[in-house]
């Protein structure tokens, strides 16, 4: 390894390190609400109550579950199902599906209605 | 008969195309074989291999026809041409090129590892940026502190890779021996 490449490492941790406050304060902490977003608009859904929400993205339906207080993708029209594997939503960890364009966050209260999610 | 001229352009289509063809076949294999890592836009990145290569042994216009050539060309069999995927994939091998041909012009300051940890770092912000326009909030960069650190490992695993493969071909390895 170069000088040049310890001075890229140091930058990548440097740049991970000082984003991570930023990347904290875009999503809100765990506050007993998740907001969903997809191509259509959002809606805030309560995490104290289960159910099952359908929200409908580029390429499909995305559908989220709450149990528990998480709130988790049981199953996507995507390719790579990332955002099944990806687990449930954590403050500071949003789950997404990039490829339908939508994703679930922790928010503090409730939001507008969103037409295309079906529960 | 051809020329020496003609003969050299001949050899560098042929190679460039190989290089193209191997990248896209490491792809497919990665995203068929090795389980996507549970962050998106994160990959092991085993195409980069061959863009690392192709930037250190051909330069910047072959290891970009190799990039993004590859991006279309894994869009074109997937049938997700134009598609959120192939806009994924194509700014994250966008950012990670850019990154990857400023670093190389700069001399024997930075090596092939050099180039391949701030491309795999360029990459997954290029993606999660793409993400945030897609899902049009700021949400995915809320995974840029953790996938910034995964892409460290990563490129170091692909930097040692292209060095190992540069280092075993002798005669493609003129301009990239000492890196």
């Known amino acids: 390894m170069t000088r040049g490449d310890t001075l890229v490492v140091v930058a990548v941790v440097a740049l991970a390190l000082l984003s991570a406050p930023t990347a904290g304060a875009l999503v809100a902490p765990a506050g007993g609400m998740a907001v969903l977003r997809g191509p259509a608009g959002s809606t805030t859904v309560d995490l104290s109550s289960p159910g099952r929400y359908i929200v409908s993205g580029r390429t499909g339906d995305v559908v989220f579950e709450v149990d528990e207080g998480a709130i988790t993708v049981t199953s996507a029209d995507c390719p790579d199902q990332l955002c099944v594997r990806m687990g449930a939503a954590a403050p500071g960890r949003p789950v997404i599906c990039a490829p339908n364009g939508v994703s679930a966050t922790f928010a503090n209260g409730p939001g507008e209605s969103l037409d295309a999610v079906s529960r | ?179």
């Open chain 2, 1 to 179: 008969m051809l020329s020496p001229a003609d003969r050299s352009a001949a050899q560098r289509i042929a190679s460039t195309a190989v290089l193209l063809a191997l990248a896209a076949v490491l792809g497919y294999l990665e995203s068929v074989v090795l389980p996507p890592l549970p962050v998106p836009g994160l990959r092991v990145g085993l195409a980069n291999i061959v863009v690392v290569f192709a930037l250190a042994t051909y330069g910047p216009r072959v290891a970009g026809i190799v990039s993004i050539g590859r991006v279309f060309v894994v869009a074109l069999a997937a049938g997700t041409l134009g598609g959120p995927s192939f806009l994924l994939s194509l700014g994250g091998a966008l950012a990670a090129l850019a990154v990857m041909i400023v670093l190389a012009s700069a001399g024997p300051l930075f090596s092939v590892i050099g180039w391949s940890v701030a491309g795999s770092a360029a990459h997954v912000a290029g993606q999660l940026l793409v993400a945030a326009a897609l899902v049009t909030s700021a949400a995915p960069l809320a995974l840029l502190p953790v996938s910034l650190g995964l892409s460290i490992p990563l490129g170091f695993a692909v930097g040692y890779s292209a060095r190992l493969l540069i280092s075993r071909v002798p005669d493609l390895s003129l301009s990239a021996a000492g890196r």
